[in-house]
Every structure is written in C-alpha cells, then in structure tokens.
C-alpha cells in the first residue's frame, strides 16, 4: 500500500490547526495559550520577523469574530429574544470566541507570511 505524502496546502492547514512552524511543520509556534515563541525550536525560523509583524493577525482575528457574530444577532433579533439575551449574546461570544481567534489568526498570519515570502523569492522556472 503506497500512501501519497501530504500535498502543501494539506499539510499547511494541519500546521495551522495544531499550531506549527510554517517552515519545519514541527516546532510549535505558541507558548502558553497567548504567548508566541521568537522563533522555531526545530528549524530557527523567525517567528517575530519585524516590529508590530502581528498587528495584521489583530485585525483578521476581529473580522472573522465580527462575522461570526453578526448573523446569529440578526437570527436572534429575528425570533424576537429577550433584550438581555440579545445583549449578552455578542459581549459573551467575543469573550470566548476571541482570544481563539486571535491564536490562530496569528498562526494564519505567521503562515500566509511565509508562504508569500517563498513563493515570491522562487526563481520562475
């Protein structure tokens, strides 16, 4: 039985999900559930290219909470929910919801940086 290795893309997404080096796939990217490692344990990649590097990831982790509490709100205010819920509801999926995000928009971001990165620098061939 001949199994196939994993393609780029498969193999990028499995890194993102479990928090892995855009280079190595090996050394993980985060310490602790906030903290990022300055670089891979593994290969030495630089996890902190430049200053503010991960401002980018901020945004991109605000946007897909907004745009994953927007159309419940709107289910919610459709069904007629009671105030409080309707008020809770955003306050409580942005407390939990969030800081997930924002984890893995920074892994994302770090990812989508080095394949840009390499994939610019490839001589054409």
């Known amino acids: 039985m001949n199994k196939n290795p994993p393609s780029l893309p498969q193999l990028s997404f499995s890194s993102i999900l479990r928090g892995l080096c855009p280079s190595c796939h090996s050394g993980k990217v985060t310490?602790?559930?906030f903290g990022?490692?300055?670089q891979c344990a593994k290969c030495r990649y630089d996890f902190?290219?430049?200053s503010g590097f991960y401002l980018g990831a901020m945004v991109v982790s605000f946007f897909v909470t907004?745009?994953?509490t927007i159309p419940p709100m709107i289910l919610l205010k459709?069904?007629?929910v009671e105030l409080e819920i309707l008020l809770a509801f955003p306050?409580?999926?942005f407390l939990l919801l969030g800081p997930v995000l924002l984890v893995y928009s920074k892994i994302l971001w770090l990812h989508l940086e080095y394949r840009l990165t390499h994939q610019l620098n490839k001589p054409d061939r």
């Open 66 to 68: 907004a745009a994953l």
């Open 78 to 80: 459709i069904l007629d």
């Open 48 to 50: 902190h290219p430049e």
């Open 36 to 38: 990022t490692y300055p």
């Open 31 to 33: 310490r602790g559930f």
């Open 91 to 93: 306050f409580l999926e």
